[in-house]
């Protein structure tokens, strides 16, 4: 089956840029989303790209997606103390199935 | 407000003794599914459901029931709960398919199996 890895942890300072990665074993998704969860809360829709694009930017955030090496990242412009939280990348595997990442927490020091 | 409603938020029960999540969504979505989440491990699916009475598993579906006799909820069921399952639990609904629509999640519960 599909694996799908992130990086556990992550420290960032306010204002900075932060930059999450994921890596992919399967290349045959056709959505690969980008989900936050904060403190006590279930997991939010982020942002998602289409398998066929290599760059999405949506205000502070911008999705890369590296088919060749299947890699995609999360980069969060100006990051702010709301932005801690967990982050999991998901690809979809048709309408049946979709994989998540292990998961990165995202610190962010004032 | 358009959600998805899990009940309990936080559960601590003995060894045995069964017990059942409820889950409800608003959203008329066809599509729900159970998640457990394992510092590590990310999210994995335990069991889903396309529609009315169609359930299958997920990756890790051992010691879980599930039932969909009514679109809008969809309960999991531990018929004799054991400590490895003491986790994070998150019924998650979507419109158009697992990969193909984004994933709405309720806020989760968190078992404790003593």
């Known amino acids: 089956g599909e694996d799908v890895e992130q990086s556990l942890f992550l420290s960032v300072r306010e204002g900075d840029s932060s930059v999450i990665n994921c890596t992919y074993t399967d290349s045959s998704s056709t959505y690969l989303y980008w989900y936050k969860q904060e403190p006590g809360a279930g997991l939010q829709l982020l942002t998602y790209i289409f398998s066929n694009m290599d760059m999405k930017q949506d205000q502070r955030l911008t999705v890369l997606l590296n088919k060749k090496d299947k890699h995609l990242s999360l980069r969060i412009a100006d990051t702010q103390t709301g932005d801690s939280a967990i982050y999991f990348c998901?690809?979809?595997?048709?309408?049946?199935?979709?994989?998540f990442g292990t998961g990165t927490k995202l610190q962010v020091i004032p | 407000e358009a959600q998805v409603t899990q009940n309990p938020r936080y559960l601590i029960t003995v060894t045995g003794k069964k017990l059942t999540v409820t889950c409800s969504q608003n959203m008329n979505h066809e599509y729900m599914s159970w998640y457990r989440q394992d510092p590590g491990l990310g999210l994995r699916q335990i069991y889903y459901?396309?529609?009315?009475?169609?359930?299958d598993k997920g990756d890790v579906p051992e010691g879980y029931k599930v039932s969909r006799k009514e679109k809008r909820n969809f309960p999991l069921i531990l018929e004799s709960p054991s400590p490895n399952q003491t986790s994070l639990y998150f019924c998650?609904?979507?419109?158009?398919?697992?990969?193909?629509?984004?994933?709405?999640f309720g806020n989760g519960t968190r078992l404790t199996v003593t």
């Open positions: 998650a609904s979507s419109s158009q398919g697992f990969g193909n629509s984004p994933l709405h």
């Open positions: 459901s396309m529609n009315v009475e169609v359930t």
């Open positions: 998901a690809l979809s595997g048709g309408y049946q199935k979709v994989t």
